[in-house]
């Protein structure tokens, strides 16, 4: 989206690449899969807007690779 906006246009493909596990993921460009996203970014803002405390986050578990295990301790 960023591309789009800055260029006018969207990419002919995008993927994101991790290099642990060393994995590449193909993100769909089609219109259906961009409106859903935006939907998410939408919907998880407004959460973080509106959710100030610690308590409204629940812990997950799955802490070894999370950079803000910090905030829990």
Do not use: Q
């Amino acid at each position: 989206l960023a591309v789009k906006s800055l260029w006018g246009k969207l990419p002919d493909r995008a993927v994101l690449y991790f290099p642990y596990p060393n994995r590449e993921v193909e993100v769909p460009l089609d219109r259906v899969s961009l409106d859903r996203l935006v939907a998410e970014i939408e919907l998880m803002a407004e959460f973080v807007g509106s959710h100030h405390r610690p308590g409204d986050y629940p812990r997950t578990g799955k802490c070894e690779r999370c950079s803000y295990v910090w905030l829990c301790r």
